[in-house]
């Protein structure tokens, strides 16, 4: 399916709207701010085997420096400290040791790890994506104003914009700025915990430019709203205006929104249909109100809309106490 030709579930005041995507520009005042992750997906899963036999899978998590990373890697038995790997039957990799869930990797030779993961990798589709990345999922899955190299899952809430809304969003009188957040493969996991508290929320490094700070103040100050495209963009400022006012800057954050939570900058949210149990619903029943959010996945679901990556949209707007 083409960018834009998605749906749209509009859920506002405990209403809900069927609309189509491209109403988006009529939900859109003057004024507003989107804010877009301009993240962009890496080719981060490569497959071999370790030097003392076996076959592995890796998938890198993040890049340390030119020749160091953190990944995932799946094998019959743990590769050592010490021991090597053989990727893409050219890549020569020392497993340097563990970092809880990573293993820590440097790769031999001169050139930087990202260039020979753009050379030799495959794009890391998400786990609920059983076919493998060909060259339409390479086009398709990045966002058109990808730019900053890191993330090992698209920022999907932006898969469903081309140049022409953006361009058309801007003509209506809507700034449009950026984050960066590199998505890790950490966002796919479910929470296992028996309390949500007790869950470990994984790692992710963001940056916010001054210029995404002013343009948000000056939307607060005028009376505009602040709409946060996708979940990670969300993550991002409300992780930066944590200790009062927004702050630019490159920060890790381990922010995990659940309900009760009180939203500090977004006062709308662009977002796909989430994986029950995963952090990402939560933060979605935090904005939107849990009574709220669990009336319009019941509603997706019985009006059949597309959940995850390549499926549709919902605009939510707060639907708690700011």
Do not use: W
């Not at 820590?104 to 890391?124: K, S, Y």
């Not at 209506?172 to 929470?191: D, M, N, R, W």
């Not at 669990?294 to 499926?311: D, P, Q, T």
């Amino acid at each position: 399916m083409r960018r834009g030709a998605s749906r749209l579930l509009y859920a506002h005041r405990g209403l809900l709207e069927d609309r189509q995507f491209a109403d988006l520009l009529e939900l859109v005042d003057a004024g507003d701010v989107l804010v877009l992750n301009d993240t962009r997906v890496i080719k981060a899963r490569l497959f071999g085997g370790k030097e003392s036999g076996g076959k592995v899978e890796v998938l890198v998590e993040r890049i340390l420096n030119e020749h160091e990373a953190l990944a995932q890697v799946r094998a019959s038995k743990s590769p050592r400290a010490g021991s090597r790997l053989i990727l893409s039957d050219a890549l020569q990799v020392e497993v340097l040791g563990r970092e809880g869930e990573f293993f820590h990797l440097r790769f031999a030779g001169n050139e930087p790890v990202l260039a020979l993961l753009e050379r030799h990798g495959r794009l890391p589709l998400p786990p609920y994506i059983t076919h493998a990345a060909d060259g339409e999922d390479e086009q398709r899955y990045q966002t058109v104003f990808a730019r900053e190299a890191g993330a090992v899952a698209a920022p999907t809430a932006g898969l469903h914009f081309d140049t022409a809304m953006l361009q058309a969003l801007r003509d209506k009188g809507a700034s449009i700025v950026y984050v960066t957040l590199h998505v890790g493969a950490g966002t796919f996991q479910p929470v296992r915990a028996e309390h949500v508290h007790e869950h470990a929320m994984h790692s992710e490094r963001y940056q916010i430019g001054q210029e995404t700070v002013d343009a948000i103040t000056r939307a607060h100050a005028a009376g505009k709203r602040v709409i946060a495209v996708g979940t990670t963009s969300l993550r991002a400022l409300e992780s930066a205006a944590q200790h009062g006012a927004l702050q630019p800057g490159s920060v890790e954050t381990r922010i995990f929104i659940t309900p009760g939570y009180r939203f500090r900058v977004v006062d709308v949210l662009l977002t796909n249909f989430h994986l029950p149990r995963s952090t990402l619903l939560m933060l979605v029943c935090a904005f939107g109100g849990m009574t709220n959010m669990l009336a319009a996945y019941r509603h997706a679901v019985e009006k059949e809309y597309r959940f995850f990556s390549y499926g549709d949209a919902m605009l939510i707007e707060m639907g708690s106490g700011k």
